[in-house]
């Protein structure tokens, strides 16, 4: 979608869309102080700034718990709806169903998502919904005082909960096997990969799940913890380097991301994301190489984060079901009821 220029005298701050950084905030947050989640929301309100969207085009969305406050905390502009626990996919589902031309950004946690809200997630997930899924991970419930999620690594000890003796759920694993065309996993703690992450599952037609490591300050701050801090800045195994070029910029590839094995992936709207390998060569495009990173990673205790992997040829919702051009939304009954002589057509070899 064309953007409109700033008009002439605009403020120098203002995006393509003529709104400046504040048109995208929202309310002050009422989470705790530090609280990863906090980072995510400041993180998504640049991306869609930079991205020039306009806020009227998105459709918020939400469960319950800590994560699913954080809608509230940007983009006070766009439409929300906040649903009940775990029944987040089918709220946005019917919702995107009836007007295609909105765009769904969803805020869910571990809890929403993994435990009572998993059979909706795996069902959006096959429908391939067009919205960013992203997932608010930090191993605990924090709004009802610090048990175990279904995310929790198998023998952490927190105060007043015991040990956990379950192994945890990994959602990009159940991402990948449920057929999602986007999976990407990153770290509240490296705030530059979560903006070009939010980027590029923005610029996808489909589901696009982001499943990001959210430290917990208050119930889960062990160093030793897997959702913590600490242990995400000591473990973080990132992919590659990630950048996402917008369709209206020119494409420059830095002489650093030329020294080392670069791939690029074209989006629906011709952006393009830039992928610079680190350590070992890694194609996103792979869906078997994806699982196979996923379960290494288990195994070795390691927090890789980036794009695992992107489908862009998979049809969406709106193809899969031959939508009109307009939305089901505003469509008037002279466009919904069959003509008469049609009705009298079907009547007459049904009698």
Same mark, same amino acid.
């Given at each position: ?115 009572? #809200? ?137 002489? @650093? ?6 791939? @690029? ?23 078997? @190489? ?5 379960? @290494? ?18 049809? #969406? ?16 009954e002279a466009d919904l009821r069959p003509a008469p002589e ?10």
């Amino acid at each position: 979608m064309t953007q409109p220029l700033p008009m002439a005298g605009a403020p120098a701050n203002v995006n393509l869309a003529g709104l400046t950084k504040n048109d995208y905030r929202g309310a002050p947050s009422t989470l705790c102080q530090g609280c990863g989640h906090n980072s995510i929301a400041n993180q998504i309100i640049t991306a869609m700034y930079e991205l020039s969207v306009k806020p009227e085009k998105v459709v918020k969305f939400s469960g319950i718990g800590c994560s699913s406050k954080s809608p509230t905390y940007f983009m006070n502009r766009s439409f929300g709806f906040n649903s009940l626990h775990g029944r987040m996919p089918s709220i946005a589902t019917g919702a995107l169903f009836g007007d295609h031309t909105l765009k769904g950004l969803g805020v869910s946690g571990d809890g929403d998502t993994a435990s009572i #809200g998993m059979g909706q997630f795996k069902h959006i997930m096959r429908r391939n919904v067009n919205m960013v899924y992203i997932v608010e991970n930090n191993g605990v419930y924090g709004l009802t005082k610090g048990q175990f999620s279904a995310t929790a690594e198998k023998g952490l000890s927190l105060k007043k909960q015991g040990t956990n003796p379950y192994m945890p759920v990994d959602i990009c694993m159940e991402a990948l096997v449920s057929n999602a065309t986007f999976v990407a996993r990153s770290f509240a703690g490296n705030p530059k990969q979560v903006k070009e992450l939010l980027k590029a599952a923005f610029a996808h037609k489909g589901i696009a799940v982001l499943d990001i490591i959210s430290p917990c300050v208050t119930f889960n701050n062990q160093t030793n913890a897997y959702h913590s801090y600490t242990w995400g800045k000591d473990h973080e195994a990132p992919l590659h380097d990630i950048t996402y070029i917008a369709p209206r910029s020119e494409i420059i590839l830095e002489q @650093e991301m030329q020294e080392g094995e670069v791939r @690029e992936v074209t989006m629906h709207d011709g952006s393009i994301v830039i992928l610079k390998n680190l350590e070992r060569g890694y194609d996103p495009t792979n869906r078997f @190489e994806a699982m196979r990173a996923l379960e @290494e990673a288990q195994r070795n205790d390691w927090l890789i984060t980036g794009l695992i992997y992107v489908n862009t040829e998979k049809p #969406g919702l709106e193809e899969t079901f031959n939508l009109v051009d307009t939305p089901l939304n505003r469509l008037t009954e002279a466009d919904l009821r069959p003509a008469p002589e049609l009705l009298d057509k079907i009547n007459g070899l049904m009698f």
